[in-house]
């Protein structure tokens, strides 16, 4: 049988991973004598396609509020490492009323548990609720050390964070999102017109000039099935379609759906935490597992297997855990 390019289920793929793949293949194709040279039209029609998918991309992940976001951020970091010093500091006293306020606040402190590396908007709710406290209640001991000023600018850093990351939840517009499906869809159909050209090439002269385009192509095709694409989803109908790979490490059955569910439900809350853009993200199948059993999940950054993190479930929320699979596995060293 002659040597073709295979299906994949293009509908599956992520925006970025999308992109990315497109991308590979039109420029193998345009470098590809042979291929360039009876498929031009459809190679130049697939380049065309991917400028506008990517410039309706770049439009839908860009958010002008990113970078306040990020400096709010930054900001409020400061004033709460600099309030808590402050705290320690008078803590130091061997006693007085300001060791007996520093205590108490040192105290309060704790309860609260903030770490400045935590999600966005875990952290937003805490130190919320922490200024509330040192504005009211705690005041008089907050006075007594003379950290007011940090204190004030906890609050407005805080409050700049809160009300920037409700508007970027809502900022994209139906009409970005809408053209940037419209745009992926004109992307499918140019590569899809390219596919068949070269596939009807090799089917009627033989796969030899093609034989590296298509290697190469099918190449890609399998890493997508195998790393990118959910287990199961990877293949379509028709020609090189069957079983999706199996994911290193993954359970079975209804209990690998509800992960899987649970998964896409925290997802977007972490990306939002790291500062990456809705539906970066993508899980696909493998696990891990650290020394005391805790079950980790490998989390691709826009499809490409190379940029990776690994979470856990934490309760409502997913952490982001240091951690590397053997060498060659996915999610590991390579």
């Known amino acids: 049988m002659t040597e073709e390019i295979v299906t994949i289920r293009l509908a599956g793929i992520n925006n ?4 990315n793949f497109m991308s590979n293949v039109a420029e193998k194709a345009k470098v590809d004598e042979a291929v360039y040279g009876k ?37 409020r970091d400061a004033y709460y490492r600099g309030y808590r010093n402050g705290v320690r500091s008078f803590r130091s006293f061997p006693a007085g009323a ?7 606040l040192w105290q309060h402190m704790t309860d609260h548990g ?20 040192l504005q009211g209640r705690l005041a008089p001991q907050v006075a007594a050390l003379g950290l007011k000023p940090f204190v004030d600018g906890m609050k ?3 409050e700049t964070v809160r009300t920037s990351l409700s508007g970027r939840d809502t900022e994209q517009s139906g009409l970005t999102l809408g053209a940037l499906k419209a745009s ?23 796969a030899g000039d093609y ?21 199961g989803k990877g293949s379509g109908k028709g020609t090189g379609s069957g079983k999706g790979s199996k994911g290193s490490g993954t359970g079975k059955g209804s209990g690998k759906s509800s992960v899987k569910k649970q998964l896409s439900l925290l997802i977007p809350t972490f990306e939002t935490a790291q500062g990456l853009a809705a539906g970066s993200l993508a899980y696909a ?47 590991g060293v390579k």
């Open 16 to 19: 970025g991973a999308h992109y």
């Open 39 to 75: 498929a031009k039209s459809q190679t130049d029609a697939l380049v065309s396609a991917l400028a506008q998918e990517n410039e309706d991309l770049m439009l839908s992940r860009k958010s002008s509020l990113s970078d306040t976001i990020a400096e709010a951020d930054r900001q």
């Open 98 to 104: 300001q060791k007996t306020a520093a205590d108490t």
């Open 114 to 133: 903030i770490e400045p590396k935590m999600q966005l908007d875990r952290e937003t709710g805490l130190l919320t609720n922490l200024v509330e406290d």
């Open 156 to 158: 407005a850093a805080n």
């Open 184 to 206: 992926r869809a004109k992307t499918d159909e140019a590569y899809l017109s390219l596919v068949r050209r070269v596939n009807a090439h090799a089917e009627i002269e033989g």
């Open 211 to 231: 034989f590296v385009f298509i290697t190469y192509v099918n190449e890609q095709i399998k890493r997508f099935k195998e790393q990118v694409l959910p287990s």
């Open 285 to 331: 199948g493998h696990t891990g597992e650290l020394p005391d059993g805790t079950k980790l999940y490998l989390l691709y950054v826009d499809g490409n297997p190379d940029k990776f993190v690994w979470v856990k479930i934490d309760g409502d929320h997913l952490s982001k855990v240091d951690y590397l699979a053997g060498a060659g596995k996915p999610g």
